[in-house]
Structures are given as C-alpha cells and as structure tokens.
Nanobody
Framework: QVQLVESGGGLVQPGGSLRLSCAASGITFSRYVMGWYRQAPGKQRDFVAEITSSGNTNYLNSVKGRFFISRDNAKNTVYLQINSLKAEDTAVYYC?????????WGKGTLVTVSS
C-alpha cells in the first residue's frame, strides 16, 4: 500500500521559514518524480516544485529563489524548504509521487502565514 505522509506545516510569521517533509512507503522511491503542490482556500491545487529521479528540479515561477526541493532516497523522503514566507503562501501543501501512469498523493500539511 502506497503512503505519502507530509509533515512540517504550521503557523509562521511573514518572512519566516519552514521545512516540509514527505515520507513515502510502498513505492520504489528513487524511481519517482516527487513533487509538491499547494491549494489555497477556495482555489485549485497548483504545482509548486518537483524533483526528478536524477535530481533535476523545477519550480513555480513565483517561488523560485524562496523554495527549495530536495530528496533523500535512502530515507524515501522529499523535502521542501520554504523561506521568506508571504501571506499568499498560505495553503495546504501536498506531496505527489509520479511515475508515468502511477500517481499518488499525500493528505497534505497546512501552512499558515500570518502575523
């Protein structure tokens, strides 16, 4: 059974930082493209960042230079370091694992940016 479990969300002040983690099980983690998406209240789920099996990364333009995705294949975990947080970064952040037709989601972790 595939499980993606996110953690690390919380309430943070504008300008602060968080590191989100997503622990995967039930998949050959190193083969998957791992991604982070987010869904703000009342909005659709949007792509944030991804990292390929070879370590190549892609980012939503608005988070480039502030968000950094990484993976540890030995720990079956993908991370999202989020810096210089803004109110508009408030959302539920979801982990995604994709390998062709195989696509899995975690349940999300809430990030709230507020003073």
């Amino acid at each position: 059974q595939v499980q993606l479990v996110e953690s690390g969300g919380g309430l943070v002040q504008p300008g602060g930082s968080l590191r989100l983690s997503c622990a995967a099980s039930g998949i050959t983690f190193s083969r998957y493209v791992m991604g982070w998406y987010r869904q703000a209240p009342g909005k659709q789920r949007d792509f944030v960042a991804e990292i390929t099996s070879s370590g190549n990364t892609n980012y939503l333009n608005s988070v480039k230079g502030r968000f950094f995705i990484s993976r540890d294949n030995a720990k079956n975990t993908v991370y999202l370091q989020i810096n210089s947080l803004k109110a508009e970064d408030t959302a539920v952040y979801y982990c995604n694992a994709n390998l062709g037709s195989m696509n899995y989601w975690g349940k999300g972790t809430l990030v709230t940016v507020s003073s």
